[in-house]
C-alpha cells in the first residue's frame, strides 16, 4: 500500500512537472509552425517570468559594480502575475523585431544562432540586474496541499496542472474556433499563399511570438515556487520542452503536451529509483532512443521540406 | 597558353596559377604565421599573456573543426566543448590516473572523440537541421553531467591538476614557450589540412551538401555519409585542441568544457568567417582577446557578447574574413584562368541492346488517400528520348522524384539497365547511372559552375580516370557541350537564369549518365533560349542518350520526343508515337476538358 501511495506521489510530481515542460514545448511548437524557428530562448522567457514575479514581489536587489540602485517592491500576487504578463507581451514583441524579423528571409540555422544570442544576452543581463543567488517565490495559494489516500497532493503542483488543462483547452479554441486562430495557421503552413489572401503576416508572427512568451513566462512562474528563480532555469526546461517536442513528433500541438508529460513522468520516476544527480540527463536519454527508433515521433513530423 | 592548346583538357587544371596578389596573401600570411608563436620569445610576456597565447592556439583548433562542420558542410555543432574535452580529459586521465604515456593518452582523445562524433552522427545525421542543434546539446550536458559527478572516474568538480607538458623526440617540451611553439606548428599543420579540404572530392561533396542537400543527393553525393565524416573531423580537431590544452595549461576542470564554451567556439568561427580557416583563426583570437578588452563592461560583458552573437548574424553573415576579402576584391580583381581549349564530351554511350534502360511496373505512389501516381507502367528504349506529359497534377513529377528515389514507391518496381534500383537511396542510382535536373533549379549556389559541374562527375563508378585533373577535364568538357564554357569560374548564384539552366543539364552530364531526367527543362526559359535548348536537347538525342523528360510545351515535347506517355490522375491515359498520341482523344479531353471532343469520340 505505501509503495503503490510512493509510485502515485512521484507520478503525481512528474505529472506537474511534465506540464511546465508541455507549456514550454507549446510555445516552442507554436513558433515553429509560424516561423520555421527553433527559440533557444524559448526557455529564457520562463526565466523571464520568474524575475518579473520577484521583481514586483519583492523588488530589485541593485548592482554596485553597474552603479545601479536597488529599491523594493510588494505588489498583490495577482497584480503581479497581470503586470509579468504584460511584460512578457512587451519582450515577445521585442523579441520578434530584434531576433526574429531581421534574419526573417534567411535559411533557418542564422536565427537559430541568433536566438542563442539572444538567450544568452537575456540571461546575463538579468544576472547583471539581479544577482547569482537563487530566489524563492511564494506560492500561488497559501496553503500546503491535501492529502488524498495517502498521496501528498501539493497545492503549487495541482495549480500547474490546472493551468495547463485551461491553457491546452484555451489554446485548441483559439486556434480551431476563432477567425484570428484560423489566420495563425494559415500563416503557419503557407506565409506567401496567406499573404496573397489578404492576411497580416507580420503581425501573425507577432501574435505567435507574444502568446509563445506569455506562455513560457507564466511556466516560469507557476514552477517558481517549486524550483527557485534562477538564472539558468529557463535553460534546463527548455532542453527538455524540446526534448517533448521531438518525442511527441516535430511541430505537432499534441504531441508537445504529449511528449512533455512523458518527459516529467520518466525524470520523476529515474529520480526516484535510479538516481538524482543524473536527473537532467534522462530525458536526453528517452530523447536519444526515440530518434534511434522513432525519428517522427509519437505523432509524426509536423514540419517537412519538400521536393 | 599555347602549351595548353596542344594538351587539350587535361592540362588546363596546372593552369589555374596563383596570381600575385595570391602570392602576396601567402607571404603575409606565412610571415604573420611564424611571427605570433615567437613572441613569447622575443618579448619578455607574463605568464597570464602566454596562457592567452596558448588558448587562441588550442582553441583555434577547436574552432577549425566548426569551419568543416558549420562553414563546409553546413551542419551545425553545439558540442564541440564536449569533443574539446573528450581530449582533454584522455590526456589529463591518462597521464596522471592511468599513468598512460602522453602521445598514447592524446592518441586515445582523438579516438575517442572520433568515436564520440560518429556515433553521435550516425544517429542524429540524418536527421540534420533543428534535431542536431538538439542532440548536440544534449551531449554536451550529459557530458557536463559526467564529468561533474562520475567523482571516481573524472575527479569530478575539483578536476586534474598537475598534468605535464610532453617529450617530443626526446626534446622535453617543459617550457611553456617551446610547448607553445609546438602546438602553433600543430595548427599550422590543421589550419593546411581545413584549407586544402574543400579543394578535395570530400570538401566539394560537403560544400554540395550545404549548399543543396537534396540536389547533392541526387547527382550521387553520399549525403549522410559525407554529413558524418564531417561531424566526425570536426569532433577529431576538437579533441586534439582540447589534449593540447590540457598539458599546455597542467590544470583541468569541468568548467572548461561546458555549452558556454561550445558557444564560445561557434561565436569565434562565426566572428571570423565561418567558411574560411584563416577567418576562424582570427576570429578565435578575437574571442579570446575580447574579455581582456571589454573588461570595462564588467558584469555586463557576457550580455553584450549575447548581443553580439545577433549582431554577426545580421550584419556579417560572412565574419570579418568575408568583410576583408571583399574588400581586397574591389581593391584588386582576382585573376581568373582563361581556359582555351577542352576535349569533346565523350558520351560513352553502350551497344544498343534489347532492354529497356529503364522499366517501371506497377509504379504506385500514394500521399495518404491521394494516389498521385496509380499504377503505371513505362518502358524507356534506349538512346530515345520519352517524354512524360500530362495536365498539372497528373503526377508527372511525382513520378520522376519516385524514379530518382526522393521518394519510395508505396508498391511496384523500377529497373535501371537490368537492375533493381526499388530500394535505392537516390545517390546509389545516380551511381548506376541516372542523371537528373529540377523544375526549380537547383545548383550549388555559393560554388562556381565548374565545381558544380565537378560535383556531378565525382559519381560513383563514373567511367573517368581517378584524379582531379581527369575530373575537371570531364567538367569543363561538359560546359563546353552546353556552350557556357566561358562562365567556368563564375559563382553560379550570379549566372542569369537559362545559363543556370544549363550548368544543372552540365552537371548531370558530367556524371555519364545512362538516362537523363529533365525535370521540365524548358520552364522559365523565354523563346530564344527554349530554341537553344531543343537544339541542345537533339544534340543530345545525336550521341545515343537516353532521356526521360516531362515537359508543358508541347512544341518542345513534340520536337524532341520519340515516344510520349501521357498520365492523368496518376494513371497512363495514352502511349506512342508523338504525332498519334497527341490527337488521341483521351489527351485532348485531358488537356482542354470534357464536350464536343468526348461526343466526337463517341461517335466515331
Known amino acids: ?307 | 597558353m599555347n602549351d595548353a592548346t596542344t594538351k587539350p583538357g587535361a592540362a588546363i587544371p596546372a593552369k589555374l596559377v596563383v596570381s600575385q596578389s595570391n602570392a602576396l596573401n601567402l607571404v603575409v600570411i606565412a610571415v604573420c604565421a611564424i611571427a605570433f608563436p615567437l613572441i613569447p620569445y622575443a618579448l619578455h610576456v607574463s605568464d597570464y599573456v602566454l596562457n592567452i597565447f596558448m588558448n587562441s592556439v588550442t582553441y583555434a583548433m577547436a574552432v577549425l573543426g566548426m569551419v568543416v562542420v558549420l562553414g563546409y558542410a553546413g551542419q551545425i555543432n553545439l558540442a564541440q566543448a564536449a569533443f574539446f574535452g573528450i581530449g582533454a580529459y584522455a590526456v589529463g586521465l591518462g597521464t596522471m590516473a592511468w599513468g598512460l604515456h602522453f602521445w598514447l593518452s592524446f592518441a586515445l582523445g582523438m579516438g575517442a572523440a572520433a568515436i564520440a562524433g560518429l556515433v553521435l552522427g550516425l544517429t542524429t545525421l540524418r536527421l540534420g537541421g533543428h534535431y542536431l542543434a538538439m542532440i548536440t546539446i544534449s551531449f554536451q550536458q550529459i557530458f557536463d553531467l559526467v564529468l561533474v559527478n562520475w567523482i571516481e572516474v573524472t575527479h569530478g568538480p575539483d578536476g586534474i591538476p598537475g598534468i605535464e607538458t610532453p617529450t617530443l623526440f626526446g626534446l622535453h617540451l617543459t617550457d611553456k614557450r617551446a610547448y607553445l611553439l609546438f602546438c602553433a606548428a600543430v595548427l599550422y599543420l590543421l589550419l593546411w589540412f581545413v584549407w586544402w579540404l574543400p579543394k578535395t572530392r570530400l570538401g566539394r561533396a560537403m560544400r554540395a551538401v550545404r549548399d543543396n542537400e537534396l540536389a547533392a543527393e541526387t547527382i550521387g553525393v553520399h549525403t549522410l555519409r559525407t554529413k558524418v565524416i564531417a561531424f566526425t573531423i570536426s569532433a577529431v580537431l576538437g579533441g586534439i585542441g582540447g589534449a593540447l590544452y590540457a598539458a599546455g595549461f597542467s590544470y583541468i576542470s569541468p568548467d572548461n568544457f561546458n555549452f558556454l564554451r561550445s558557444v564560445e567556439f561557434l561565436t569565434a568561427a562565426l566572428l571570423g568567417g565561418v567558411s574560411s580557416p584563416f577567418g576562424a583563426a582570427l576570429g578565435t583570437v578575437l574571442i579570446v582577446l575580447l574579455p581582456e578588452w571589454l573588461r570595462f563592461l564588467k558584469s555586463l560583458y557576457l550580455a553584450v557578447y549575447g548581443l553580439g552573437v545577433i549582431l554577426i548574424m545580421v550584419f556579417m553573415p560572412e565574419g570579418i574574413w568575408g568583410l576583408l576579402r571583399g574588400a581586397f576584391h574591389r581593391v584588386s580583381k582576382p585573376r581568373i584562368p582563361v581556359v582555351t581549349s577542352v576535349a569533346p564530351l565523350d558520351f560513352a554511350v553502350k551497344e544498343p541492346v534489347d532492354r529497356p534502360i529503364l522499366k517501371l511496373t506497377n509504379l504506385q505512389k500514394h500521399f495518404g488517400g491521394l494516389k498521385a501516381v496509380d499504377g503505371i507502367d513505362i518502358e524507356v528504349a534506349h538512346g530515345t528520348v520519352h517524354a512524360l506529359i500530362g495536365p498539372n497534377g497528373s503526377g508527372k513529377t511525382t513520378s520522376l522524384n519516385v524514379v530518382n528515389g526522393i521518394y519510395r514507391p508505396t508498391a511496384g518496381s523500377i529497373i535501371l539497365d537490368g537492375v533493381d534500383v526499388t530500394q535505392m537511396k537516390p545517390h546509389a542510382r545516380a551511381g548506376l547511372g541516372m542523371g537528373r535536373t529540377f523544375q526549380n533549379i537547383r545548383l550549388f549556389p555559393t560554388m562556381t559552375a565548374l565545381e558544380n559541374v565537378m560535383v556531378g562527375g565525382q559519381r560513383d563508378n563514373n567511367p573517368i580516370h581517378d584524379g582531379r585533373d581527369a575530373l575537371v577535364a570531364r567538367a569543363l568538357s561538359a560546359l563546353d557541350f552546353v556552350g557556357i564554357l566561358d562562365r567556368a569560374h563564375a559563382i553560379v548564384r550570379n549566372l542569369p537564369y537559362g545559363h543556370q539552366r544549363l550548368v544543372e543539364i552540365a552537371r548531370a552530364l558530367a556524371g555519364h549518365p545512362k538516362l537523363l531526367l529533365l525535370d521540365e527543362p524548358g520552364a522559365g526559359l523565354n523563346q530564344t533560349e527554349k530554341q537553344e535548348l531543343v537544339a541542345l536537347l537533339k544534340r543530345l538525342r545525336g550521341h545515343g542518350l537516353t532521356i526521360f523528360l516531362i515537359d508543358h510545351d508541347m512544341g518542345v515535347v513534340e520536337k524532341l520526343s520519340d515516344k510520349i506517355t501521357v498520365l492523368n490522375f496518376g494513371k497512363k491515359i495514352a502511349e506512342g508515337a508523338p504525332q498519334e498520341v497527341l490527337r488521341h482523344p483521351d489527351v485532348i479531353a485531358a488537356y482542354l476538358g470534357e464536350g464536343p471532343t468526348t461526343n466526337a469520340a463517341a461517335r466515331a
Open chain 1, 1 to 307: 500500500m505505501e509503495v503503490l501511495a510512493n509510485n502515485l506521489q512521484v507520478l503525481f510530481q512528474g505529472l506537474a512537472l511534465g506540464s511546465i515542460y508541455a507549456l514550454v514545448a507549446l510555445g516552442f511548437v507554436l513558433i515553429i509552425r509560424a516561423t520555421n524557428v527553433v527559440n533557444f530562448a524559448q526557455g529564457d522567457f520562463a526565466m523571464l517570468g520568474g524575475y518579473a514575479m520577484v521583481l514586483f514581489l519583492v523588488g530589485m536587489p541593485g548592482n554596485p559594480e553597474l552603479h545601479l540602485p536597488g529599491f523594493e517592491m510588494h505588489l498583490p500576487y495577482w497584480l503581479a502575475i497581470v503586470l509579468a504578463a504584460g511584460v512578457m507581451a512587451i519582450i515577445g514583441v521585442a523579441f520578434n523585431y530584434g531576433v526574429y524579423y531581421p534574419l526573417r528571409n534567411r535559411p533557418f540555422l542564422p536565427v537559430l544562432i541568433s536566438t542563442l544570442g539572444a538567450s544568452i544576452f537575456l540571461q546575463n543581463t538579468i544576472l547583471a540586474l539581479f544577482n547569482p543567488q537563487p530566489r524563492p517565490l511564494d506560492k500561488l495559494i497559501n496553503i500546503d496541499g491535501v492529502t488524498i489516500g495517502g498521496v501528498f497532493l501539493d497545492s503549487q503542483y495541482l495549480v500547474i496542472l490546472v493551468f495547463t488543462i485551461l491553457a491546452v483547452a484555451f489554446q485548441y479554441f483559439f486556434f480551431e474556433h476563432t477567425l484570428i486562430g484560423k489566420k495563425l495557421q494559415a500563416t503557419s503552413q503557407d506565409k506567401d499563399m496567406a499573404r496573397l489572401l489578404g492576411i497580416p503576416v507580420t503581425w501573425m508572427i507577432i501574435i505567435t511570438f507574444v502568446y509563445s512568451s506569455v506562455l513560457g513566462g507564466m511556466a516560469g512562474i507557476l514552477v517558481a515556487p517549486i524550483l527557485f528563480v534562477s538564472i539558468g532555469m529557463g535553460s534546463t526546461i527548455a532542453l527538455k520542452a524540446f526534448a517533448a517536442t521531438i518525442i511527441g513528433g516535430f511541430g505537432d500541438v499534441a504531441g508537445a503536451i504529449v511528449g512533455g508529460i512523458i518527459i516529467g513522468v520518466i525524470e520523476s520516476f529515474a529520480a526516484y529509483y535510479i538516481s538524482v544527480p543524473y536527473k537532467d540527463a534522462y530525458a536526453f536519454l528517452a530523447l536519444f532512443l526515440v530518434l534511434l527508433f522513432r525519428p517522427q515521433g509519437i505523432f509524426g513530423e509536423k514540419v517537412s521540406e519538400k521536393a
